[in-house]
């Protein structure tokens, strides 16, 4: 046997084994803003407020209303992104965020031949958004396994791959397709490291994109991170910038835990300038995007360019927004997120999610347990809307969380 199929017999096993087997105002000081703001939950009772998709909010007490003022488009931020100024001081190259998901895998393929690839349309057609394009004919085609349109069989069998010894990459072509795939990643992934007794690991990673496109449908614009977030034995991350996207591929592989990595459709051709030394990130770890004094915001995926364009606005208004790229998605960073709620006493959670059963509701939920005493105010989480994502792109936009919602969700929260 090639070099390159080294230690892939074992996927044979594998195969047998798991079938049943992711404004321009300068800022000034705390004083300026909250000189009178109070410090328990019990004075804001009877306060709300409900923030629109055009950005107006309607707030007050027992039911008298107001508004906010739209979003301004052509502001600066004052802070650079502190991941962004630490990226640029690295010698480095320039990648779109799926080129930088494809160098991580092959850096891993080149670095242990028990890392294999299957999906889709993952060898030589390299993959429904080229994330694994050339691989194929580099590594051949046991290392990148072509598979017919089955999820709940090519996902068991990468299940029992990972039993034997090997490290599999499953390409979900569509993150909504591993529905079909649902009773192996929960009753088999998930579980067989404690139902074994610890005789197995599953150090498989199952990845794919997600979330709303433009105008894909409702079965094509699924977010399944509320789906697996209940799931035993499960790490979940979500990827936001080609810097991360390898980064967190590279851990996902290397971990000996099953770990789902969400990636989004609408991010594929972002481009940044990744360090050209390896680097690997922590799978458990958030990032501080933007550090800040009033408000934590946290937020992942897609919609962290969605809070970078409310924070323009909001910093022209004299706000200073603490924004937090959460990552892990299941464990969360609950380090992090509590030096920064214990700092700025504010959180505002705005997720591409369903509100119902939500990451934000998770969240929401872990903050109130954990750090009820630091909050000044009730936590407000901005999720898409429970109902199926029209296919017109005017309707679509109304069911996701835009920019001018972020802002007047930070005016009223630091009333």
């Known amino acids: 046997m090639n070099k390159d199929n080294g ?44 923030v629109r998709s055009d950005g107006c909010l309607s707030y007050g007490l027992n039911g008298h209303g107001g508004r906010a003022e739209k979003l301004i488009t052509n502001a600066v931020a004052a802070k650079e992104d502190t991941a962004a100024a630490y990226i640029s001081s690295k010698p480095g190259h320039e990648l779109l965020l799926f080129e930088a998901l494809r160098e991580g895998l092959e850096e891993e393929m080149d670095r242990d031949l028990t890392v294999c690839i299957m999906g889709e349309d993952v060898g030589h057609y390299g993959g429904s958004y080229k994330v694994t394009k050339g691989l194929a004919p580099k590594y051949g085609d046991l290392r990148v396994l072509d598979t017919p349109i089955a999820e709940n069989s090519f996902t068991g069998m990468g299940i029992g791959a990972a039993m034997t010894g090997l490290r599999p990459v499953v390409e979900g072509m569509n993150m909504g397709f591993l529905l079909l795939a649902f009773n192996q990643i929960s009753n088999n992934c998930g579980m067989l490291h404690y139902t074994s007794g610890g005789q197995f690991k599953i150090p498989i990673v199952i990845r794919g994109p997600g979330g709303v496109g433009r105008q894909l449908g409702a079965e094509h614009s699924q977010r399944l991170e509320s789906y697996f977030q209940s799931i035993p034995g499960i790490q979940m991350v979500a990827c936001s910038t080609p810097y991360n996207a390898k980064g967190l591929m590279k851990a996902a592989i290397r971990s000996d835990n099953p770990v789902i990595l969400f990636e989004h459709v609408l991010l594929y051709n972002l481009k940044e300038r990744i360090p050209d030394e390896e680097y690997v990130l922590n799978l458990e770890e958030a990032e501080m995007v933007r550090p800040g004094e009033h408000v934590t915001i946290l937020t992942y995926s897609r919609m962290r360019y969605h809070v970078m364009q409310a924070v323009k606005t909001l910093v022209n208004k004299g706000y200073d927004p603490e924004v937090i790229d959460i990552r892990s998605l299941k464990p969360f960073d609950l380090y992090t997120i509590r030096n920064s709620v214990k700092k700025t006493h504010r ?42 994502t029209p296919y017109a792109g005017t309707l679509e936009n109304w069911t996701v969380v835009q920019p001018p919602q972020i802002v007047t969700a930070v005016e009223q929260l630091c009333q």
């Open 347 to 388: 959180v505002l959670i705005v997720e591409e999610c369903m509100r119902t059963g939500g990451i934000g509701a998770s969240l929401t939920a872990a903050i109130t347990e954990n750090f009820h005493d630091y909050l000044d105010a009730p936590i407000v989480c901005l999720s898409s809307q429970d109902v199926p």
């Open 7 to 50: 230690g892939m017999a074992a996927i044979i096993q594998g195969i047998g084994t798991a079938t049943a087997l992711n404004s321009t105002n300068s800022l000034d000081t705390n004083k300026t803003l909250f000189a009178n703001s109070p410090r328990s939950l019990s004075d804001r009772k009877g306060r709300f407020f409900m």
